[in-house]
């Protein structure tokens, strides 16, 4: 990723050293993100985008970028890109599915794509014409903004061993995740990152869902929920990188190019630094943390959660054509890239885990 980075810098600068007229144009622009500038990987993306523009530019296009430390507002980012108080954003979309349920599909649902299908929907198939048509709608240009792959279903006091465990539980639990969770009786709520373990230790919630060890062994969620589960409802989470429009069309053609290369880079970058921490942190786990209690939940409530989903999924998509629409791409799209998973990787583990014992 380092080479990838040195390589962008370089093309990006000849690009801009082409054109003389336009080199010397100087843009400050102010980021804004929904995580503590502390909280990396999340917040790396936005923290090495600036760093690339500057370095690329020569020192001409300057991302000043702020952290939810220093806006006080982690979930309001939407709407200071939106107005304008802020030329861009480091959030993800299912944060503001109440503006708008069609966003949800630009990070990720329960059971759907995982990181690689995702990606190769986004790009290749018609992901980002889709997000581009919805972000339109509230002057935005929206790009993927780094992945965490596959995230575990999270921290809980208490045993889940079945449905009518969690009825009453309080949770937080963002995105359409948390429409599946109440439609089985939890009680959900989205907290910021900054709030979640004094949350989570005083008793406001009874369990959280964050990312994967790497990030949440740091949090120290397992000193008061030691129930840790494996994932479901986030297969491929993306953040996204908000983009006022009106902004973004007035930048010089190359400085275009140059954000839009640098984006996807850190975006890619991110989820190779989420992996490898959370490597790091999983295989530690077991003898640092021997309080731990690594769970799956039992195929009753998993079946449950994949019913409530099917329910809600065609409930929306029942009523609003383009979420249908989105939705019928998205899943002719994950039939064929879920065969070539199993085959590609799935069926390569499988092996290599029979050869290996």
Known sequence: MKKMFKLLMFVATLALLSTPAL?????????????????????????????LMKEMSNGKF?????????????LGVFDMVKGGAYQMGHTTSYFYIGKD????????????????????WFYYGNGMKYMQEEYAKFNLLAFPGGNTGVQMGGWFKK?????????????????????????LGVSVTNIPGGEL???????????????????DIKMGFYKVAPYYYTGWHEPGAEALFYINKKAFEKLPKNYQVMLKTAMQAVAADMFTENFYDSAIAWSKMKSEYPNIKVKTFPKPV????????????????????????????????????????????????????????
Not at 333 to 352: N, P
Request: charge should be positive; proline fraction near 4%.
């Open 101 to 120: 349920i069609n966003l949800v599909w630009f990070t990720t649902i329960p059971w759907g794509m995982t990181k690689d299908e995702q990606y190769a």
């Open 23 to 51: 080199a010397a144009k100087k843009v400050k622009w102010r980021l804004a993100m929904s995580w503590p500038t502390s909280l990396t990987p999340l917040s790396s993306p936005a923290i090495k985008l600036s760093k």
């Open 302 to 357: 998993l079946e449950a959660m994949k019913k409530a989903t099917d329910d809600l999924l065609n409930e929306y998509a029942s009523k609003n054509a383009k979420f249908k629409e989105i939705w019928e791409d998205q899943k002719a799209f994950q039939k064929k890239a879920r065969a070539w998973s199993m085959m590609s990787q799935y069926y390569y583990l499988k092996a290599a885990e029979e050869v290996s014992k």
């Open 159 to 183: 045993e889940i061993k079945t449905v009518d465990d969690l009825k009453g539980l309080k949770m937080r639990i963002p995105g359409f995740a948390g429409k599946v969770m109440a439609k």
């Open 197 to 215: 373990y004094t949350s989570l230790d005083r008793g406001t919630i009874d369990a959280l869902e964050w990312v994967g060890p790497g990030l």
């Open 62 to 74: 300057i991302i000043k970028v702020e952290g939810a430390e220093k806006t006080k507002s982690a």
